[in-house]
């Protein structure tokens, strides 16, 4: 090796720092973010790139607030009961419950947005947003997979986030075609299965998110953002009222060793 350094060539358009200076997409993070903008409003101008409408920050805050938190589910269990072994280390048991987060809780947005995107494209392609909606759909069903954005196993009449999210969205003049097209997914979903699928919170968050600007790819995210706060709220409680010693006496007790026959 000749010992010669080669220039990193790498850089970021999302912020940059200096001894005086922090920017966020090209704003003074002192100056014109730091009690000037809500943290949503910060967190949509880092990942699209331009600064929100008051409109957007408002339905994006609402999604954020729809998602925080679902009671004893899975990832908050998961966040406890990382949390008691190792209580030194809060983001490992912050991160053990955002793990969870994958096709069947919280980020079933991300595939609800990914099939919206689709049927945008296909609308733009020229096709009727029925026709899109309807072939999209078959594919799902036919492969096997759930709807993305439909149904809830504890909602079964409905889930109650759901709908007010879009009524957020209406007040706001954000609804657009991204939530037109959602509701042609549940109306022709109905049809093609045979029985009621109610759109849930991840759905109505999915389109939301499409209409403030943010790509499907990175709808996980958002839900991630939000649920972390969750997170760390179900970690204190369980430092004034654990639920570990429960569950660890209960997995005990169910754990039986079968005697030799």
């Not at 972390?228 to 409680?237: D, F, P, Q």
Request: hydrophobic share 50%.
């Amino acid at each position: 090796m000749s010992g010669r350094s080669v220039p990193l060539e790498i850089g970021t358009a999302v912020g940059a720092a200096n001894e005086h200076h922090v920017r966020v997409r090209g704003l003074d993070l002192v100056d014109d973010l730091i009690g000037e903008l809500t943290y949503t409003e910060v967190a949509l101008l880092a990942v699209t790139g331009r600064r929100p409408t008051p409109a957007e920050a408002k339905v994006v805050d609402a999604v954020l607030v729809s998602l925080l938190d679902h009671g004893l589910t899975p990832s908050a269990l998961a966040a406890r009961l990382t949390f008691w072994v190792a209580p030194e280390a809060i983001q490992g048991a912050v991160a053990a419950g955002l793990l969870g987060a994958g096709s069947v809780l919280l980020g079933s947005m991300e595939g609800c947005g990914r099939l919206l995107t689709d049927v945008a494209g296909d609308v733009a392609a020229g096709d009727a947003a029925g026709d899109a909606v309807d072939a999209r759909l078959r594919a799902i069903v036919d492969a096997g997979e759930r709807i993305p954005g439909l149904g809830h196993s504890l909602h079964r009449d409905g889930d109650p986030r759901a709908g007010k999210l879009l009524a957020v969205a209406r007040a706001q003049k954000v609804a657009a075609r991204h939530v037109e097209h959602l509701e042609l997914v549940v109306e022709r979903a109905a049809a093609l299965t045979g029985k009621p699928l109610p759109l849930n919170a991840t759905g109505a968050a999915a389109a939301l998110l499409l209409e403030a600007g943010v790509p499907w790819r990175l709808h996980r995210g958002f839900a991630l953002m939000s649920r972390t706060a969750g997170l760390v709220a179900h970690i204190g409680e369980e430092l004034e009222s654990p639920v570990t010693p429960a569950v660890r006496a209960a997995l005990r007790a169910a754990s039986r060793i079968e005697p030799e026959v």
